[in-house]
């Protein structure tokens, strides 16, 4: 990468970091703006690349249901709540695309590309980013783990939602600096040349080192919920390893499309999906994991 190309990165990291962890502590709707934003630009990037291999996306609807998503989650910020309205959607959603597909376009159009491609393009960034905002109105109370409930305001929302974000860009700044001075052998470099198995190895450490702090200043110290090192080593290592997992998985569709960034929206850094990727499989990762090993309040756990 070079020199400008990096500076450039490192300056958006050091604006938006600050501004990403203000905004996950104000939480609420500006939270959940900032989201719904996201999600409709990575919709709305994925239909781009989509379409250099002729897929005809609905993209408008598609853009505006992954934004949907997210807000819905917002305004009923259980698991439980969220969950009747959420499938309503989703189901009125793939009925309507589907209908417009095959009146549109019959055929010949290619009615059945033309769905998925517009389903997932809105289900992989709005559906895996409410799951932040369930992170964020999480409440444990400290003093007695039996009285956790749901709310907003929350420093510990805004941790368990720190979680995830601090694994992924932590991670990913060792593996990409990791990768450039010691990385040798390549990790798949026929899905993305430029990652390395040492960067890997690197990202898996970090993230499992940023679990064990977590676990023992955070959650422990801070939050009075014992979490054990190991079990912050794991978590923190699980979720690293997802975040990779998301990386490639946009590396291939990049590949597919004959592109190098999914966007130009962040000097630096590429688009939307270039920045979130990983985030897309972490947050979820990160909710199942902490759903497991904290005391979620009863009656608000649902989704099993």
Request: aromatic share 10%.
């Given at each position: ?9 490192v300056l958006v990291a ?145 941790a368990l939602v720190a ?131 904290l005391p979620f309040p ?7």
């Amino acid at each position: 990468m070079p020199r400008s190309e990096l500076a450039q990165r490192v300056l958006v990291a050091a604006v938006g970091i600050p501004l990403a962890i203000g905004i996950v502590y104000l939480g609420g709707w500006v939270l959940a703006a900032l989201l719904a934003a996201i999600a409709a630009g990575a919709a709305l990037e994925f239909y781009r690349l989509a379409a250099t291999r002729g897929a005809r996306a609905f993209v408008l609807p598609g853009a505006v249901t992954a934004a949907g998503l997210v807000l819905l989650a917002a305004a009923r910020p259980t698991p439980a709540a969220a969950a009747a309205s959420l499938w309503m959607l989703v189901l009125v959603f793939v009925l309507a695309i589907s209908a417009a597909a095959i009146w549109a376009r019959g055929p010949g159009g290619q009615p059945m590309v033309s769905v998925s491609t517009t389903i997932v393009g809105a289900l992989l960034p709005g559906g895996t980013l409410g799951y932040a905002i369930f992170l964020r109105h999480f409440v444990l109370a400290p003093w007695d783990p039996a009285r956790a409930t749901w709310g907003s305001g929350s420093w510990t929302g805004a941790a368990l939602v720190a979680f995830p974000l601090a694994v992924t860009w932590i991670g990913d700044s060792a593996a990409y600096f990791a990768g450039k001075a010691w990385g040798r052998r390549k990790l798949i470099p026929s899905v993305s040349p430029g990652k390395t198995v040492v960067g890997a190895v690197a990202g898996l450490v970090s993230g499992a080192v940023v679990g064990v702090l977590f676990a023992q200043l955070v959650f422990t110290a801070w939050l009075r919920v014992p979490l054990g090192p190991v079990l912050g080593a794991v978590g923190g290592a699980i979720l690293a390893l997802a975040a990779q997992v998301g990386d490639l998985a946009e590396s291939v569709l990049k590949r597919d499309a004959g592109v190098k960034d999914s966007g130009r929206l962040l000097p630096g850094h590429g688009g939307v999906l270039d920045r979130f990727d990983a985030l897309f499989f972490a947050i979820p990762v990160a909710y199942w994991f902490l759903r497991l090993v904290l005391p979620f309040p009863a009656g608000g756990a649902p989704w099993r």
